[in-house]
């Protein structure tokens, strides 16, 4: 006669030997608009200079919305060439079925619109300090620390308190910041090229409006400290000291 199974309770102080949690991290994304051009990776590798510790071994998703229907048959030619310069693709985001079925063939995580390669901050509603609203922005007046995630999805936002190694803020529009900045700034979250951030110090560990970046390493040092404004022109950032 079989036995009925029994599930055995683990050994007194023992537990299961591993945890399995929730977590978001910042993910670079790596739109796709002409991935057959042949400057392509040259291109890359260029922007790839201007700050090689940030963005080796760093994880990428790829944005294939672009490239809607067409075929993916050089898919894994391209991830081979990224994982080559030192990146490491994780997954794709908005891709068809064929897409979808093209990535998982080569172990990639399949995401949505908007999905987790979006900014941390876009995701999800963030554990916050004591805030305030201000028309449609957002208001924060206690310091913002490493690990913490503030978004003002509906409009700007302002911080009286400085934003600590670690620590992200993101804005659908500008992001005025009346101390120290060291953490990372997230204007522009919804595509507003328009948006802007500025500090009273800037120890930024990177900055980005409308998903184009700018790495610590990147920002010239008669920058560092100083009150500044950020904008984006020509599809860069640029940072100026307001008069």
């Not at 990776?41 to 944005?63: E, G, N, T, W, Y």
């Not at 995701?123 to 995630?149: H, S, W, Y």
């Not at 620590?167 to 101390?179: D, F, K, L, M, S």
């Amino acid at each position: 006669m079989e036995k009925a199974g029994v599930a055995t309770a683990p050994a007194e102080g023992k537990g299961l030997p591993f945890q399995l949690r929730g977590s978001l991290q910042t993910l670079l994304c790596l739109r796709l608009l002409r991935p057959d051009d042949p400057d392509f990776f040259r291109l890359l590798l260029d922007k790839i200079a201007h700050a090689p510790d940030f963005f080796r071994s760093a994880p990428v998703l790829l944005d294939v919305a672009v490239l809607g229907e067409r075929a993916p048959d050089d898919l894994g030619d391209l991830v081979e060439r990224l994982r080559q310069q030192r990146l490491v693709p994780v997954g794709i985001q908005n891709g068809t079925p064929a897409w979808n079925d093209a990535a998982g063939a080569l172990g990639l995580a399949l995401f949505g619109a908007g999905g987790a390669g979006a900014n941390p901050a876009e995701r999800r509603e963030p554990q916050t300090p004591a805030q305030g609203k201000a028309g449609g922005g957002l208001v924060i007046a206690q310091p913002v620390r490493g690990g913490q995630q503030v978004l003002a999805d509906g409009g700007d936002l302002v911080v009286t308190a400085p934003v600590g190694h670690g620590a992200e803020v993101a804005a659908a529009g500008h992001i005025h910041v009346y101390a120290p900045l060291r953490g990372r700034a997230f204007a522009g979250i919804n595509g507003d090229e328009g948006a802007m951030i500025f500090c009273d110090q800037l120890h930024a560990e990177l900055v980005s409006i409308a998903g184009i970046h700018l790495v610590s390493e990147a920002i010239e040092a008669r920058f560092i400290g100083r009150r500044v404004r950020i904008r984006c022109h020509q599809e860069r950032l640029v940072i100026d000291t307001p008069s």
